[in-house]
């Protein structure tokens, strides 16, 4: 059984942090996906009956959405609040001088450090009122990488990432194994980076400003634009106000409705590739809230957990699930990795597939001139772009 989340609870020689209040939830009826909720306590559970049938339903939760609802995973609502409390303090006391000292270069393929409300490139861009600070691994190794009024908190923060990695992300990494019938570990061992609190990952503090009225008709209520994420799981908390949508397998996007204290979790673009199209890397997006949220700032705290950088990801082959079902050629980043592959061409190593998504990451604030090239697959309109020689479709 594991350990429940044990955070450091001294806070008295710490400045006092505002409670962080959850917005009021939608009042309207919206359109919601029906994701699974997986318990993840009962990965430990004594019966082998229930193991099995948690087995079963990850197993369709991933194969159909992509996406799923983690409770009981070992961090108290309390604790949970009092992670946003500190993400809202740092969005609301970084300084100016540590805005421009710590600014990211994405760019350069990482999105380490301090993003303005400008745009998803280095140089200031149009207006799109997401600010973010990125922890990677570097900014946990020195307090010069983070912004002052964090440092007194940086232990806790710490703390809380680690447990995401090592224990949440760990549990999960071993129901997927199990899914595809592997070691218990087996994805821990074999795909997952062990480097530091965040491995090769990062943990992401984000704050949506809401949409001023000259801006709101810029990207037609996008805030981002559909995307799969390339690393091996996403840990989303979940959040009142309403704005992440997935695209469905009957190309419909749907909202992920608020459940207090979940993780809403995705699949990312490696363990699609290392399940052969069994696990679905799900497009998804950011959008406006509905009406009811419309004034509302939504606070975003996520752990994007990454693999090993320098594997070139190919199947599972010896796993028994593939070598009795075979793998889903249909499946997006394993299509196009296969197609790559049998050209005789190199697939990109995880890191260069990491670092070239968020170096040409596609945003609503992008220039005209960054517009890509329209496709139709199945009379559905897709942009297509090529990075390293795979091509990646999105809807557009």
């Not at 990965?43 to 983690?70: H, M």
């Not at 006391?93 to 350069?108: A, F, G």
């Not at 795909?191 to 008709?217: C, I, M, W």
């Amino acid at each position: 059984m594991a350990a429940p989340f044990n955070p450091p609870t001294d806070y008295s020689n710490k400045p006092e942090v505002p409670q962080w209040i959850p917005p009021a939830a939608p009042t309207e009826d919206l359109d919601y996906a029906k994701l699974h909720t997986i318990d993840l306590a009962l990965v430990d559970s004594p019966d082998p009956a229930v193991v099995q049938q948690l087995v079963a339903t990850t197993k369709e939760a991933i194969r159909d959405d992509g996406f799923l609802y983690l409770v009981n995973y070992g961090v108290s609502l309390d604790q949970l609040h009092r992670q946003f409390s500190i993400a809202q303090y740092l969005h609301k006391n970084i300084s100016e001088e540590d805005k421009d000292r710590l600014h990211w270069d994405p760019q350069s393929g990482i999105y380490a450090g301090y993003k303005p409300p400008f745009g998803w490139r280095t140089i200031k861009g149009k207006p799109d009122g997401i600010c973010q600070f990125n922890f990677y691994d570097e900014e946990f190794q020195s307090l010069d990488k983070v912004p002052t009024c964090v440092h007194p908190f940086m232990d806790e923060v710490t703390a809380f990432t680690e447990y995401l990695t090592r224990s949440v992300n760990r549990r999960l990494l071993r129901l997927l194994s199990m899914v595809l019938e592997m070691p218990d570990d087996y994805l821990w061992d074999n795909v997952e980076s062990h480097s530091g609190p965040v491995n090769e990952g990062y943990l992401r503090y984000a704050l949506f400003y809401p949409f001023k009225t000259q801006d709101s008709g810029m990207s037609k209520g996008l805030r981002m634009f559909g995307h799969t994420d390339f690393g091996t799981t996403t840990l989303l908390f979940s959040v009142p106000v309403t704005c992440l949508q997935i695209w469905g397998r009957d190309q419909v996007w749907r909202y992920v409705k608020y459940s207090p204290g979940a993780l809403v979790v995705n699949i990312g673009d490696t363990l699609e590739l290392v399940s052969g199209g069994h696990f679905r890397a799900t497009r998804h997006r950011v959008h406006s809230p509905p009406e009811s949220q419309s004034t509302f700032e939504r606070l975003s705290i996520v752990c994007f957990n990454g693999s090993k950088g320098d594997l070139r990801m190919e199947p599972a082959w010896e796993s028994p699930l593939l070598k009795r079902e075979g793998c889903f050629e249909s499946q997006g980043a394993y299509k196009e990795f296969t197609a790559l592959r049998a050209t005789g061409v190199p697939v990109p190593t995880n890191k260069e597939w990491r670092e070239i998504s968020i170096a040409k990451t596609r945003h609503p604030t992008d220039n005209p001139e960054l517009s890509l090239k329209e496709v139709y697959v199945e009379g559905v309109k897709m942009l297509e772009v090529v990075h390293l020689g795979v091509r990646v479709l999105q809807p557009a």
